[in-house]
């Protein structure tokens, strides 16, 4: 028989969680005073991307303080769409991008989403007759390598931008200083690799100031790397002023923020991947917010074996089965309604070509591992899902490398580009569910798709990112 797991905990939210989450954030209590009032990216509206910003605040605020927003005086971050031709025209402008993109062995860009999410702020900066000074790292590389060069990008960069991007061949000194003095108005100079320098990383305060001397202001639009204290994320901001979020980082701190914090509900969470281990702060953080929170992937094979369930060879974590007793017992109190799979996909190997069948989640063979979602369970999540406002999506539901037990995570990604036809906010939270929707080709249809991994889990996690928390600040008053 199939594993009850799903049925022992309540399938409506109780009234007390909604009010919670309303009374931790209430963005609609603020007065804004910020010309950024009027910005918008991608049809999101300006009052929304700051009610993301302000929400995180109060917050940080109200959990410093033991007390509720009411009558805090917050701060949101300025933006690169406050700077105008007056600002712009004829600075120097010192943006921090992540162009971190896979390459292939020739050194052929095999996805360029990054470069094309970091366009909107470079074409703002140069039709305001800025004088675009780029900077970015490329992989993890130990001192100058040639193949973590960032010369490949040029090409795309100068396609998408229309102009011909120039390149120096170092990131500070005498040379670069010459190439951007040499740069006119609406032109832009791609540094090179910030990261062959082992000052960045440190972030230290020399190789900061030096970053800093080549330009007049600072914009972050590196969402990917905004959880690294890096000199060119963190560091420089102490010798630029303004420093301003840049549109792509707004858009990003919007949704994984703004939407996550004052949801439309019904909101469901759909957490997998590989271990329970990496995922604790996101659901716990996401046990604060959600009505229904869906567990699928690698993990759920440790909650089935808290429970007493035999798992065969699944992948389980040991040391993590209090945590998942834990973790089980909190939803229930929150009245969070926590859908575990009732059936699986098992494999007699970890390889594309297993012999597979489906069991209930309670009856896993010996020698058998569970490597996808069951098919009434992608109908349960689906019936779950039909009645959601907001859905965040982190971490696919089965190896999806493996297209044998990849049925599970495309049916979500399918389920989630229905709806969001239909209306309802859909987020991917980053990293390997993202690959999963590109894979099943609906990313289009995506409310956001994170351009960052570890930083959007971070952001879910709650965490502030320094790279966000370093930028200045607008005024923003509560009433
Ligand atoms: N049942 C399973 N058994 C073993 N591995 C699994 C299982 N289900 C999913 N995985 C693996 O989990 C991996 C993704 O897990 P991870 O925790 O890294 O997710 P993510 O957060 O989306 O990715 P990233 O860490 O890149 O941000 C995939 O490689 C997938 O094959
Ligand atoms: O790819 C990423 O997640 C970002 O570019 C950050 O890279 P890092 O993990 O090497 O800092």
Known sequence: MASTAATSFSLLPTSSSRRRVAAVVAPSRLTLRSPSRRLGFAGVAADSLLAAHVAAKIRTVAGRSGKGPRGVAVMAKKSVGDLTAADLKGKKVFVRADLNVPLDEDRNITDDTRIRAAVPTIKHLISNGAKVI????????????????????????????????????????????????????????????????KEEEKNEPEFAKKLAALADLYVNDAFGTAHRAHASTEGVTKFLKPSVAGFLLQKELDYLVGAVSNPKRPFAAIVGGSKVSSKIGVIESLLEKCDILLLGGGMIFTFYKAQGFPVGSSLVEDDKLELATSLLAKAKAKGVSLLLPTDVVIADKFAPDAQ????????????????????????????????????????????????????????????????????????????????????????????????????????????????????????????
């Open 356 to 479: 597979s069948k489906v069991v209930p989640a309670s009856e896993i063979p010996d020698g058998w591992m569970g490597l996808d979602v069951g098919p009434d369970s992608v109908k349960t999540f689906n019936d779950a899902l039909d009645t959601t406002k907001t859905i965040i999506w982190n971490g696919p539901m089965g190896v999806f490398e493996f297209d044998k037990f990849a049925t599970g995570t495309e049916a979500i990604a399918k389920k989630l580009a229905e709806l969001s036809g239909k209306g309802v906010t859909t987020i991917i939270g980053g990293g390997d569910s993202v690959a999963a929707v590109e894979k099943v080709g609906v990313a289009d249809v995506m409310s956001h798709i994170s351009t960052g991994g570890g930083a959007s889990l971070e952001l879910l996690e709650g965490k502030e990112l320094p790279g966000v928390v370093a930028l200045d600040e607008a005024v923003v008053v509560a009433v």
């Open 134 to 197: 780029l900077s970015s790292h490329l992989g993890r590389p130990k001192g100058v390598t040639p193949k973590f060069s960032l010369s490949p990008l040029v090409p795309r960069l100068s396609e998408l931008l229309g102009i011909k991007v120039e390149k120096a061949d170092d990131c500070i000194g005498p040379e670069v200083e010459k190439l951007v003095n040499a740069l006119p108005e609406g032109g832009v100079l791609l540094l090179e690799n910030v990261r062959f320098y």
